[in-house]
Structure formats: structure tokens, C-alpha cells
């Protein structure tokens, strides 16, 4: 099983408005390891540095500073042209993340070809019917025919995560998987992503400003505020007993049903 350690993660962007230059820090001194069959929770507001720390860890930014390990099950550090076959990213919109001109079997059989997972037509097709298959898709055949404005965006999000697997990947960084879903369809893909992860024993990081489902599907909760984690531990004990006052002010300001409750009760 594989394992990718975060070691003081920085990243800097250099901007420039007309003659004056500043460096922003977007993520400062940020380390955590994704261990298999654990969720990691990385919870704050927009602009907090979160989807910067996805797109580190997949290898689509270089960080300025630290360092990413991902050691395969004998703990020896795996080659970096190996990174991406462990490591993949679940997009935050998956209409924006496909391509609409091409059907769901091309989105799926080009990452188990380049990745050198199946070769020849036939072993691929089937390779792609067993994913779908995978993620609750069906008819896979029928599925597979269809293009990205054909379908859901329940089923668009469960296609995003059956290409993140179709490499292999033993890492998923899901970047706000189900912020783009109706309420109705999150639950679905949450439970698929815990399923596949139980099956597979997957390493994830969630990546959400959803306390209440950060709180039921990860392990382990980073609070990050202005790039830097302020806090971190198992889900409940940040999540409801929280020490650090951002953490106070974001559970302060999560729905509650119950307090709602309360509160008409008192107020008839």
C-alpha cells in the first residue's frame, strides 16, 4: 500500500501590478501524511490554500518549498515518473473537468492506456465496463456511449472518480467532490468514495468547507487559515470540541438542525 507524506509544504506566486512585485504565500509550512485506508479532512474557507495543496500533491504545481514522498508498501520512496499512476485528483466540477466532445469510454480507456493498465481495444473496453461497474453506473455499455452533457451531474462526478482509479491510483485527492451536487446526490457519491476506499484501502484527502461531512467521512481533520494548518486531530474531537478560535468560528457557523429545533420550540 502506498503512502504520500507532506513535509513543510510552501508555495509561493510572484505578483506583479505595474512597477510593484510582492510574493503571495498561498500554503506555508503545511506537513501530513495520507495513510492507507484513512481519510484526511482539510477543512477551511475559500482561499484558505486548500485546492493550492491539491494541486501540489497531484504534481500540477511545484511547491517553492519542502518536500512530497509517496513510499510504496516496503517504505522505500516511489519514482517520480511513477507519482501520478499512485496519485490522482477528483476535480471539484466534473462537467468542467471532462470534455464534451468526447464520450465516457474515451475518458476512461485514455488513462488505462497511457498508464499501460490494458492494451488492445478489447481488453480496454472492458476494462472500462468493469469501472463503471465499479461506481454504480449502469448499464455500463449504454453509460460508456454517452457524453458528459448526457448525464447527471451525480453520474458526471461518479465518471471523474472511476477515471481518478483507472490509472491505479492508490491516492485520491478529492477536491470538494460533492460541492457542485444536489443535497440529494452527495450522500450517494460520499458513500462511494468510502466504499471504494474500504475495497481498494485507498489513501484520501477530502478537501471541503463542509464541517458536518468532513466530520462523518474523514479520520483525521487539518484546519488550514491563510495557508497554515491551525489545527488538526481525529474529526470529533476538532469538529466538536474545538480549541483554536477559527476552528470555534467555523463550527459556530455550520448549520445545526437541532439548535433550529430549539429554537422554534422556544419561540411558539
Same mark, same amino acid.
Given at each position: 500500500?502506498?503512502?504520500?507524506?507532506?513535509?513543510? =509544504?510552501?508555495?509561493?506566486?510572484?505578483?506583479?501590478? !505595474?512597477?510593484? @512585485?510582492?510574493?503571495?504565500?498561498?500554503?506555508?509550512?503545511?506537513?501530513?501524511?495520507?495513510?492507507?485506508?484513512?481519510?484526511? %479532512?482539510?477543512?477551511?474557507?475559500?482561499?484558505?490554500?486548500?485546492?493550492?495543496? %491539491?494541486? =501540489?500533491?497531484?504534481?500540477?504545481? @511545484?511547491?517553492?518549498?519542502? +518536500?512530497?514522498?509517496?513510499? !510504496?508498501?516496503?517504505?522505500?520512496?516511489?519514482? *517520480?515518473?511513477? #507519482?501520478?499512476?499512485?496519485?490522482?485528483?477528483?476535480?471539484?466540477?466534473?462537467?468542467?473537468?471532462?470534455?464534451?466532445?468526447?464520450?465516457?469510454?474515451? #475518458?476512461?480507456?485514455?488513462?488505462?492506456?497511457?498508464?499501460?493498465?490494458?492494451? !488492445?481495444?478489447?481488453?480496454? #473496453?472492458?476494462?472500462? /465496463?468493469?469501472?463503471?461497474?465499479?461506481?454504480?453506473?449502469?448499464?455500463?455499455? *449504454?453509460?460508456?456511449?454517452?457524453?458528459?452533457?448526457?448525464?447527471? !451531474?451525480?453520474?458526471?462526478?461518479?465518471?471523474?472518480? %472511476?477515471?481518478? /482509479?483507472?490509472?491505479? +491510483?492508490?491516492?485520491?485527492?478529492?477536491?470538494?467532490?460533492?460541492?457542485?451536487?444536489?443535497?440529494?446526490?452527495?450522500?450517494?457519491?460520499?458513500?462511494?468514495?468510502?466504499?471504494?476506499? %474500504?475495497?481498494?484501502?485507498?489513501?484520501?484527502?477530502?478537501?471541503?468547507?463542509?464541517?458536518?461531512?468532513?466530520?462523518?467521512?474523514? *479520520? *483525521?481533520?487539518?484546519? =488550514?487559515?491563510?495557508?497554515?494548518?491551525?489545527?488538526?486531530?481525529?474529526?470529533?474531537?476538532?469538529? =466538536?470540541?474545538?480549541?483554536?478560535?477559527?476552528?470555534?468560528?467555523?463550527?459556530?457557523?455550520?448549520?445545526?438542525?437541532?439548535?433550529?429545533?430549539?429554537?422554534?420550540?422556544?419561540?411558539?
Amino acid at each position: 500500500m502506498t503512502t504520500l507524506e507532506a513535509t513543510h =509544504l510552501v508555495k509561493e506566486f510572484r505578483l506583479r501590478s !505595474g512597477f510593484r @512585485r510582492e510574493v503571495f504565500r498561498a500554503v506555508d509550512d503545511v506537513s501530513f501524511t495520507l495513510a492507507p485506508g484513512r481519510t484526511v %479532512a482539510l477543512v477551511g474557507e475559500s482561499g484558505s490554500g486548500k485546492s493550492t495543496i %491539491a494541486r =501540489l500533491l497531484t504534481r500540477l504545481d @511545484r511547491p517553492t518549498g519542502g +518536500a512530497i514522498t509517496l513510499r !510504496g508498501a516496503d517504505g522505500r520512496p516511489v519514482p *517520480d515518473r511513477a #507519482h501520478r499512476d499512485h496519485v490522482q485528483l477528483v476535480f471539484q466540477d466534473p462537467f468542467a473537468s471532462l470534455n464534451p466532445f468526447h464520450t465516457v469510454e474515451h #475518458h476512461l480507456a485514455r488513462p488505462l492506456l497511457l498508464h499501460g493498465r490494458t492494451r !488492445g481495444a478489447a481488453e480496454t #473496453h472492458q476494462a472500462v /465496463l468493469h469501472l463503471l461497474d465499479r461506481v454504480r453506473l449502469r448499464p455500463a455499455e *449504454d453509460i460508456a456511449r454517452r457524453r458528459p452533457h448526457e448525464l447527471s !451531474g451525480g453520474q458526471r462526478q461518479r465518471v471523474a472518480i %472511476a477515471r481518478a /482509479l483507472a490509472p491505479g +491510483a492508490q491516492v485520491v485527492v478529492a477536491d470538494e467532490p460533492v460541492s457542485m451536487l444536489d443535497v440529494s446526490l452527495r450522500r450517494g457519491v460520499l458513500e462511494l468514495l468510502a466504499r471504494l476506499q %474500504a475495497e481498494d484501502h485507498l489513501a484520501v484527502l477530502y478537501i471541503t468547507h463542509d464541517l458536518a461531512t468532513a466530520r462523518h467521512f474523514a *479520520d *483525521d481533520v487539518l484546519v =488550514l487559515y491563510g495557508g497554515r494548518v491551525v489545527e488538526r486531530g481525529p474529526a470529533d474531537d476538532v469538529l =466538536l470540541r474545538p480549541r483554536h478560535p477559527y476552528t470555534q468560528l467555523l463550527a459556530a457557523s455550520a448549520p445545526d438542525p437541532a439548535k433550529r429545533v430549539t429554537a422554534r420550540k422556544e419561540s411558539a
